[in-house]
């Protein structure tokens, strides 16, 4: 069974820029949550999807938002960019959700210059 | 608000040694519980789950953990530490099913020395 997997890998944009991240999950999974890691905040959730709606979101601010489609790949956007959104955007599949085995991607390396 | 601590940001350990590393969750309301592994260049992994069921949970690769509510704790242990055990451990909580965040600690890099 194939793993998640998000595209791109790598990114480098500039600040006030926008940025869509792709996220596809464990084929049969229904819960995408995505999470941002940097050096200096650790690993933070971002908000989780089910089934296309949005059940659970952290204390992110509304540049980031995300969708989750019916095949359940999901995009997550970050419009106007910031220097501090430099991270490693992770995205993790599960079953039925955040209180099952989150199956993590490789993240995509994102750099605001 | 859930919110978990992990103590030690590194921990270094001899091949062959135990591995001690230190979670304590900040809750009123028994939790969901987890250890994550993260190995370098790669995505996390999940090590083992706490779910109320016992209170000694087995995981991948000779891991446990044990929950005792008394000490709001969920200390992660490996009875001889392996060279491939270097990585980053990150201990979550979620309050409750599929109703709040998953909360992750800061991360504690353990090292391993031949």
């Known amino acids: 069974k194939a793993g998640v997997t998000q595209t791109p890998r790598y990114l480098i944009k500039t600040r006030g820029q926008q940025v869509t991240l792709s996220c596809s999950p464990i084929s049969g999974h229904r819960s995408v949550s995505w999470y941002q890691q940097t050096p200096g905040q650790g690993l933070q959730f971002l908000f989780e999807?089910?089934?296309?709606?949005?059940?659970n979101k952290g204390n992110f601010p509304g540049r980031f938002s995300g969708r989750q489609f019916s095949n359940s790949r999901s995009e997550m956007n970050v419009s106007t960019l910031e220097l501090g959104d430099s991270a490693l955007y992770l995205c993790?599949?599960?079953?039925?959700?955040?209180?099952?085995?989150?199956?993590f991607g490789p993240g995509t390396r994102l750099t605001v210059l | 608000a859930q919110s978990v601590t992990q103590l030690g940001s590194h921990v270094s350990v001899s091949e062959g040694a135990l591995v001690l590393l230190r979670c304590n969750y900040s809750?009123?309301?028994?939790?969901?519980l987890f250890w994550y592994v993260q190995y370098p260049n790669q995505g996390l992994q999940l090590l083992l789950k706490?779910?109320?069921?016992?209170?000694l949970v087995k995981g991948i690769n000779g891991f446990e953990a044990e929950f005792k509510k008394s000490e709001t704790s969920f200390h992660l242990t490996k009875p001889s530490a392996h060279m491939s055990d270097a990585a980053e451990y990150f201990c979550a909580v979620i309050g409750s099913s599929n109703t709040g965040k998953l909360i992750f600690g800061q991360g504690t890099t353990l090292q391993v020395k031949p």
């Open positions: 993790a599949s599960s079953l039925t959700g955040l209180d099952n085995e989150q199956f």
């Open positions: 809750s009123s309301v028994p939790p969901y």
């Open positions: 999807y089910f089934s296309e709606t949005q059940r």
């Open positions: 706490y779910t109320s069921a016992a209170t």
